[in-house]
């Protein structure tokens, strides 16, 4: 016969456990500020930063299928990717913006900001946003 005490403990982990699928979907991004956003029928975009990262974000795409998604920041090489919408007919990817300077991994001489451009072409829509960005620390209340 079970204790009180591991009578608790299981009962404690059951519902850790039925809580975790609830807790994963929302992120850590999910409270930053919308930087810019586009919608296309019921298709949308957006552009979500925390001052130093950005989450590139798309819902309402047809589940499954593979979009044309192409990313555009300064003096970098332009981004050109397919990828894949989830089962729920969305697609994220986090970004960092920041552009290293010299190639030796240092911020030295690096641009302290830009514009990063975001397009996204699916079968029954077509997004763009872009975001201004500079290097520096900001603090979301």
């Not at 397919?82 to 030796?104: K, M």
């Amino acid at each position: 016969m079970p204790t009180p005490r591991l009578t608790f403990a299981i009962a404690v982990s059951g519902l850790l456990l039925a809580a975790a699928p609830a807790a994963m979907a929302r992120q850590l991004s999910d409270n930053w500020p919308v930087l810019a956003s586009d919608r296309d029928g019921s298709c949308r975009l957006s552009i979500t930063g925390n001052g130093r990262i950005m989450q590139l974000r798309a819902v309402g795409l047809v589940p499954g299928e593979r979009a044309r998604f192409a990313l555009t920041n300064a003096a970098m090489k332009p981004i050109d990717w397919t990828v894949r919408a989830g089962p729920s007919g969305e697609w994220s990817q986090v970004y960092i913006p920041f552009l290293w300077g010299n190639g030796d991994g240092s911020t030295r001489t690096a641009n302290s900001g830009g514009t990063v451009s975001v397009n996204l072409s699916a079968a029954r829509c077509s997004l763009g946003a872009s975001a201004d960005w500079r290097r520096e620390i900001r603090v979301i209340p």
